[in-house]
């Protein structure tokens, strides 16, 4: 099965509000509400920042949402911070206990 | 507080078998599921597999035919072995902790610290 299709690089300004899309299928994203994304940073393991499509564990600010429509998850982070600029994946169940992530998408804060 | 260390052999030779694994310190080793996912360098997460403590597993697609879990309840710890590598399968390699068995999926939200292993040709 394919990658989720994430766009390569985005890009904001402190302050402003960015959203990274997460593209799949109705055998996955569209599937189910098991969409999950990933924070990570240069050398480091990634970061759990959404889980179950828009539930943010203890600690991760609010800052940092997610939604999804149809086979299209969203993960939303306003008012944008210097220490935002990482790179995020998204992830989904895909059925039969599968799980498949997307290709990653590169934050840059302006 | 949860904490993931792992640890296994760094450099492989083509067709030798790879061997990680990743102990649990703090909070339940029975609730939950227990990942491996893979990085190859300035590439993009691929999840291998997960394993429950009563050894249930399951497997990407793409590496099932190569891929054993194992579990040691015992020293709250899980393996992974992979077998005939190439240079395709140089990767940083993660443990992670995911959903409570049977419930969500994909909530990897304790990670290990990352093993590079690197296959020569």
């Known amino acids: 099965q394919s990658a989720l299709t994430q766009p390569p690089s985005a890009s904001g300004s402190p302050g402003q509000s960015v959203t990274i899309s997460c593209t799949g299928t109705s055998s996955d994203v569209g599937g189910y509400n098991f969409v999950s994304w990933f924070q990570q940073h240069p050398g480091k393991a990634p970061k759990l920042m959404v889980y179950?499509?828009?539930k943010r564990p203890s600690g991760v600010p609010a800052r940092f949402s997610g939604s999804k429509s149809g086979n299209t998850a969203s993960l939303t982070i306003s008012g944008l911070q210097a220490e935002d600029e990482a790179d995020y994946y998204c992830s989904s169940y895909t059925g039969n206990n599968n799980l498949i992530f997307g290709g990653g998408t590169k934050l840059t804060v302006l | 507080q949860v904490q993931l260390q792992q640890w296994g052999a760094g450099l492989l030779k083509a067709s030798e078998t790879l061997s990680l694994t990743c102990a649990v310190y703090g909070g339940s080793f029975s609730a939950f599921t227990w990942n491996w996912i893979r990085q190859p360098p300035g590439e993009g997460l691929e999840w291998i597999g997960d394993?429950?403590?009563?050894?249930?597993?399951n497997f990407n697609p793409s590496l099932k035919s190569r891929v054993t879990m194992s579990v040691d309840t015992s020293k709250n710890q899980f393996s992974l072995r992979l077998n005939s590598v190439t240079a395709a399968d140089t990767a940083v390699y993660y443990c992670?902790?995911?959903?409570?068995?049977?419930?969500?999926?994909?909530?990897?939200?304790?990670w290990g610290q990352g093993s590079l292993v690197t296959v020569s040709s």
């Open positions: 992670a902790r995911g959903g409570v068995f049977g419930g969500s999926y994909g909530e990897l939200d304790y």
């Open positions: 394993i429950h403590h009563g050894g249930v597993t």
């Open positions: 179950d499509v828009s």
